[in-house]
């Protein structure tokens, strides 16, 4: 990847923002907005050889339903023959953590912060979220110096917890990490996060970590017995506030509704900022599941092409979904592979609709036309399990560059089957450019889903 070159014919590259083992963050402009984002690149390969796909999915989902104003917005993802393309919010302020190693901040300005993380991580709570790698260096700050949550990559869903009601898997950073997390009993992760919050709040106001030792399992005794000490400058109000949130006692440990009640933590807070986003230029939140989800009524389809049904927009998720090796499925409902097949198409929509079309008239398949690039083709005889229904669905990729799904809707499977083998796929081949799972005869460089950076850079 260079500096200049365009992404998936709708970024514009620049420079590169920071990297670490599995992923590059880059500064990228939308061509069409000119808005500024963040792209980070994942490198699917390494992500498949550690283990690291369930991260992954679960990073995507819960961006999918945590949407405030102090966490970093997912855009949409994108997904290449070997990269995985998280289009963010970019903050242009960089991390909190450069602001940290330079001292300790005034009490104004580490209030402020800390509010607005109470604020996040609270709403992230109440999405049945737990963030469990809070630290500054997954703090950052947009251009009018607002905090914004970032880095999900270790978060849990509710859905995480075992049957004790407690998540189970040590993670975080040993500095900021919770004494329940070290002694791998169990712990809740709102509980958790609660203690990180405490230790960045100490080193806003400090400008050094409370427990802190060369040696590791030293600093790991100081965390589970809660040892530390207040500088000097803390003021009272403070120093009782954290001395709730570093209570090594998990069950004892204040709550963030008694953290936002404190006399310290309201002091110029700030009016409840709005959840929804006022920027009229950004994504609504990706509804994956919604793709699937087709409207009762149709009509035949017009043989005006002017007015075809317009193809709809594959949403993020679904195409790293459909990507061989790397299965999302499971964030989505209702899925059954074995009624279902999908190929990608370079051709227009209405060059595959016209095909489609001539396909049904040959082999004497009614065709009904839905909303948003569905169609439904019924058999005109009564098979063994009722008239044998399929629906057809294309996905725009790009304008010449497709996703076209087919899927058993009624009837017998066996009878769907042997006539998408027999008669649908052989008929198909002229715009098929390669069906799910099988490679296509020609690798080229200008598709889509093809890599279009230089060999040398490797995430």
Known sequence: MEQGSVLMQRYELGRLLGQGTFAKVYHARNL??????????????KILKV?????????????????????????????????????????????????????????????RYFQQL???????????????????????????????????GLSALADSKCQDGLLHTTCGTPAYVAPEVINRRGYDGIKSDIWSCGVILYVLLAGHLPFHDSNLMEMYRKISKGEFKFPKWFAPDVRRLLSRILDPNPKTR????????????KKGLDKPVTIVSENKELAPPLDADGLFEAPENGGPIAESKQEHAKPCNLNAFDIISFSTGFDLSGLFEDTDHKKEMRFTSKKPASAIISKLEEICKCLRLKVKKKDGGLFKLEDSKEGRK??????????????????????KSNGDTMEYQKLLKLELRPALKDIVWTWQGEKPLQLQHEVVLEEQEPSSIGA
């Open 51 to 111: 283990g690291m796909i369930s991260q992954i999915k679960r990073e995507i989902s819960v961006m999918r339903i945590v949407r405030h104003p102090h966490v970093v917005e997912l855009y949409e993802v994108m997904a290449s023959k070997t990269k995985i393309y998280f289009v963010m919010e970019y903050a242009k302020g960089g991390e909190l953590f450069n602001k940290v190693v330079k001292g300790k901040l005034k009490v104004d300005v580490a209030r």
């Open 386 to 407: 009722g008239t044998l229904g399929i629906d057809a669905e294309i996905f725009e990729i790009t304008p010449l560059f497709h996703l076209v799904e087919l899927r």
């Open 118 to 152: 109470i604020s996040a991580v609270d709403y992230c709570h109440s999405r049945g979220v737990c963030h469990r790698d809070l630290k500054p260096e997954n703090l950052l700050l947009d251009e009018n110096e607002n905090l914004k949550v970032s880095d999900f």
């Open 32 to 45: 069409i907005t000119g808005m500024s984002v963040a792209i980070k690149v994942v490198d699917k390969e």
């Open 254 to 265: 204040i709550s963030m509704a008694k953290i936002m009640e404190s006399s310290w933590f």
